[in-house]
């Protein structure tokens, strides 16, 4: 069997390691607080593509540090400290009507 590079099957067999994941925070600290936020809730909370672009504002709980995340598998997740760090820098610069997290470095976008 042939497994394609974009499969889940391929994907969930791709792991990145310590090392390299500590590349990618650097690499993304160094761009912005949107993309090292990205990176944090992808490799801290473990969250999918699909659910970091739907994640709200009031999804987000800095007090109980935790995460609720809405659909098929809803759920709520820890939110680890280096993760509340980026995101608290990161929403400060969110622009104030948006209510989606992860909003266009300019501009301003709708949910779905």
């Known amino acids: 069997m042939t497994i394609s590079p974009l499969s889940p ?3 969930k ?3 990145l ?3 390299h994941f500590n590349q990618l925070v650097t690499a993304a600290s160094q761009e912005s607080p949107r993309d090292l936020s990205i990176v944090l809730l992808m490799g801290h909370a473990g969250l999918g593509l699909h659910e970091v ?3 709200e504002k009031s ?7 935790t995460l609720t ?9 820890p939110i680890s ?3 509340k760090t980026a995101l608290k820098t990161w929403l400060r610069l969110c622009p104030p009507k948006q209510p989606m997290v992860m909003v266009p470095l300019k501009g301003v976008i709708k949910p779905i």
Request: proline share 0%; charged share 30%.
């Open 81 to 83: 400290a280096a993760l």
């Open 13 to 15: 067999e791709t792991v």
């Open 17 to 19: 390691s310590d090392a």
């Open 9 to 11: 099957i391929a994907m």
């Open 59 to 65: 999804d987000v709980d800095l007090v109980k540090n």
């Open 69 to 77: 995340i809405r659909g098929n598998r809803s759920r709520e997740v």
């Open 53 to 55: 672009s739907l994640l």
